[in-house]
Each structure stands twice: as structure tokens, then as C-alpha cells.
């Protein structure tokens, strides 16, 4: 293989870059701003300086920051260990590191490139310095680098003793040694660019018709992912495959989730509107009379599971034109049963994204994949049916939990009516959704946001029969995802960065170690007039800051509530925290996601801003 380029920048003595010039398949470049007459004079400098003349794989740079010979460097390793700088020192270094060296990193680090930053302990500003310095007080290196679109992937000790004749001299331009001691290399890697989505056209199945439409903006990456395709090996298709795999061992198991349409037609019933995405079909492409009525009875199966339908039909619902992107798979489970194609005793699997309204919390999902289970077993053993299942997902866990090492899960099946009125999102709509018996969760705290990971759900009359009982089970598989394999924020689910999967070969599971440490976040206010009389839809207002930031709003917090005295009217004022999970997010664009939700908040919301 060919060598690796490795770019030195700012050496002082030169020993660092003398001590590597001997490394394996390594072709060193060291640079300084000084010239070669100024850089030798600094204590060993010019011994180093012959040294690496004299190896044949390193070179020195005079009077040169790196850039301008066309080279692509694999490797940019910069040392600026400057302990006992004040305040206004810091300011200054800050300053030049801004202005120049990540960016400059940017033109001439090759694409899986790496760029090191030595600095003292607690220089940094991230939590791996023990002690940690004030904010102010620190170079804030991750912001910095954010700007320039690299995150901070690696932090490891830099230890200089075992380097072998490496001097750590030229403290402030003198002869002086640099204080080492719990130096950290801050190790960063470049971000994914930001995704430019452009307006989205997608095609589904009608009924009979095909029909298209366009994709709501916030869930243009989301749709049409192929997740849980069989050449996948994403998270989610690992447990889905597993859980069915297991299963399949107990019951007779049929696989019909192929053709399963995105879009339901007419009245959610029981569910709140806020909730669903509305769709409009593309001009000239709603289905005909005939479809219509097919539809709106498709319609009626997406009110409560297990309870008659007359009735939510007719009670104020939208006009059966409207379109929905689907929020759950129930429906499709009802209409296989009301089609006769049900063979009681086989446990019918569907499985794919559901998509649904929801406020921005680490556990709250706007779309994610489900898999649903249904059985129809003899009326009398519903219960027994419904621990049946739950001991084989509970098998099914700890046999993945094995492959990942990391903290047992505990599964509890719990009943609905222990659980209070504050409820996870996922919870929280399938209640909507139907009558659930038991909620299955996962943890020490089963009321926990983010704990429940699933429904079980027994109709007694969903088949009009006397002798059989509808048993079913819903399974959010992004949450079961994040818990074995320990990822604390869905966003890094839905990732368009390789190294994500990466770590998955094959689709085994294992512990998740993220690219992205320590990532900034900018905390902004917003404070705006409620129109007179009328309600604030909060679900529309986060579902407008993920439109607007691409996702990168993870907290949302109310602030303030304020009465006008005397005329009544009502502000509000929120918290909105801004921070990416997988990529490089700066100030600026942040500042500028910022004022773009103002703006929207204002044309779609009817607030006036304060």
C-alpha cells in the first residue's frame, strides 16, 4: 500500500516529527511558520532538522502552513500545549485558531482523513478534561472545528514519554518545556455534508390504483430507506429477523409485510388530528368512485382495534378525500382479518415504518419501524396466549443482549392500568389507537420515558366470533434498537453517515460507539403573541423546528406563560436547544436555523413575534 501522508503543522523543535520519521509506510511533511534559520535556533532544533533530512521519508517545511502544494493529506496533527495562558491569551489563540487552522485542514486532508490537535489538560472544553475549565476559559474545540465541518471522533491521552527523543521545548518561543501532563490528542474526522432535500414525489398503492404524492419535508429522509430490506443490515432488520426467528419456533408464522401501502384514506378514528401527517395526492390522481368507497371503508378499520366501526365513521370525521401517511400497521391487520385471508392459529407478521406528529424528545420518533404480531386463538386463552409471546420476545432479547454486551435488559409486561396519564410518546398514541391490556417494557423504571417498547392488545370481538379471540402485539423496533445497543438518541438511527452501519457487519449487534463526541449545542429564545382565542398547537410547532433545523433541534422547552393584564392576551416563550448528533453543526448555522424558524413560525403558525 502506499505510504500514509502524514502533515505536521506549527512543530516547534521538530523532535516530535523526528520521532516519527522512522515509522512503517508513513511519509511525514513538518512544518513551521519560522525560518530555517529562526527554527534552529531553538534548542535541538537543528540536530532534528538533519535528522529528518537524513531519513528519506520525512521532509521539513519552512516559512509554510501546509497548503498550496495539491497534496491530499491522510493525516493533519497540530500541537499547541500552551498551559498558564490567561484569559486574553486565550481569546488570541482561539482567534487564530479559528480563522485559519480548521479550515485550512478542510483543503488538504484527504476524505477519510484525520486531523490531531494536541492540547494541555483542559484546553479543550469538552468533558474528557478532568478538571474542565469554564467554557470562556478553554478553546471550545469542538465548536471551533464544527464550523469548518469536522466532529471530534477520538480522544485519547497524549503521552509524551513514550515518544521516543521527543522535547517538548519552545513554550512561548523560548527554550522552555510545555507542562504535558494530561495532555489529550483530540482526534477529528469530517462530517457528512448538511443534506439539501429537495421536494420528494413518492408512489404507493390505492386500493387498486396507484397513486402518488408529495413526501412532507421533515420525512424526506425517512421514506423509501429500505431498512428492513433483506440485503440490510441496519439494527432493526437484526431484531425484527431475530424476533421472528423466535417466534416462529412456537407458532406457525406467515411473513405479509410486502405490500403493506404508506397511505390510509378518510378518518383516524380515537386518534388525535395533530398527530398525522395529512397528504395531498398529486393533480388528477384521486381514485375513482368505486376506490373511493373502498377506501373509506379501509378508512374504518383505522379506528379503535377491536371495537365496532359504524359509529367513528360517522361521527364527524374528514372527508373521506383525505389521505394520511399510515401511523400504524393495525389497519392492515384489520383488513386482512374483515378479507377472510386470517388463518387462526398462524401468526401473521407485518413489519415497516409508521409515521407519526410527536414533540421533540430523545425517545420520540416522527417515523419509526413497527412490527406487529397478530394471533386468533381459542376464546379462554388469551392470557396464556399473551405470556406465550412475551416470554419468546423476552428469549429473543436476551440471546441479542448477549451479542452486545452491554447492561442485561430487564423486559416486564405491565398492566395498562397501572401506568398513569404521563406517557411516552409511543405509549401515549397507542392508547389512541385501541384498548391495550398490557405494555411492554423495558428497564428498571417501566414508566420511564422511553422505556415502553411495545403494546399487547386482546379483541374479543374483532372476528364476530364465539369461539375465537384477536391477540396482538405491537413492537416499536427503533426503541428496542437504541436499548441493546446503547444509542441515546434516535436521530443516529436515521444517519446517512457510513460509519454507522459500519459497525454493524452483517447485522450483528453490538455496543454502538459514536463518531460524534461531545457535539455542541446553541441555545436560542423565542417569544411571540398567541392569537386572540385561540389555542397553541404545540405538536405542529416542534414538528415545524424539525422541518426548519433538518432535525437538529433535540429540546424544546416552555419558558414562560404570560397574561396580559387588562387585555387578556396571551406570549409564550421557549427554550429551543440545537445540536446534531452525526455531523458538524456551527454557531452560524445554527444562528441562521434560528431565524428561518422565526420566520416560519410566523407564515404557518399566525404568532406574532415578540
Known sequence: PPPRRVLLLGEGNFSFAAALCGARATHVVATCYESEEEAAGRGAA???????????????????????????????????????????????????FCSGFPSSCAEVLAQEGEVHVALCNGQGGTPADQPRREWHNSWQIVAVAAGAGFILSHVHPFKAETIEGYKCTGYRSQDKSFCVEGALNHIFTRST?????????????????????????????????????VNSSHPVRTIKEKLSAGLSQVFPLQNISSCLPLLQQGCPGGVCHSNIFWITLSPGEAPGT???SQGLADAALCSHFGQDTDENVQEGCPAPEQFYLRPSLLPHARAIMKKGAFSPGTLQVLSGPVFRKCRITPHSMPAFHEMLVVLA??????????????????TTMNSLHQGTSGVKPSISLQEAASFGTELGDFAAFERQLGEIQHFLCVGTEPDAPGSCVGVMRAAPDELKSHELVVVSASLNLDLL????????????????????????????LRLFQSFSLYPPSYVHDVSF????????????FHTLARR????????????????QPGTGRRSLCYRVTFQSCDRALGCREAAEMQLHLREEMQQHLGVTLR
Open 46 to 96: 537543528a540536530r532534528s532538522l538533519r535528522r529528518l533530512r537524513d531519513s528519506g521519508g520525512c521532509a521539513p517545511g519552512m516559512g509554510w502552513d501546509g497548503r498550496g502544494d495539491g497534496c491530499c493529506w491522510e493525516l493533519c496533527w497540530h500541537h499547541r500545549c500552551h498551559p498558564g495562558v490567561t484569559q486574553s491569551g486565550i481569546a488570541l489563540t482561539l482567534l487564530i
Open 290 to 292: 368505486g376506490k373511493m
Open 529 to 540: 403573541w398567541l392569537p386572540d382565542g385561540q389555542d397553541f398547537d404545540e405538536v405542529a
Open 193 to 229: 455534508a448538511p443534506m439539501c432535500f429537495t421536494p420528494m414525489t413518492c408512489q404507493t398503492q390505492l386500493g387498486n390504483q396507484k397513486v402518488s404524492f408529495q413526501v412532507p419535508q421533515v420525512l424526506v429522509d425517512k421514506i423509501n430507506r429500505g431498512f428492513l430490506e
Open 481 to 508: 434498537a437504541m436499548l441493546l445497543c446503547g444509542i441515546s438518541d434516535w436521530r443516529m438511527l436515521w444517519t446517512w453517515d457510513r460509519r454507522f452501519l459500519r459497525q454493524f457487519p452483517e447485522g450483528k
Open 377 to 394: 386463538v381459542s376464546r379462554g386463552t388469551e392470557n396464556s396466549c399473551v405470556q406465550v409471546l412475551v416470554d419468546n420476545i423476552k
Open 548 to 563: 426548519v433545523s433538518g432535525e437538529m433541534v433535540v429540546s424544546i422547552q416552555l419558558r414562560d406563560n404570560f397574561q
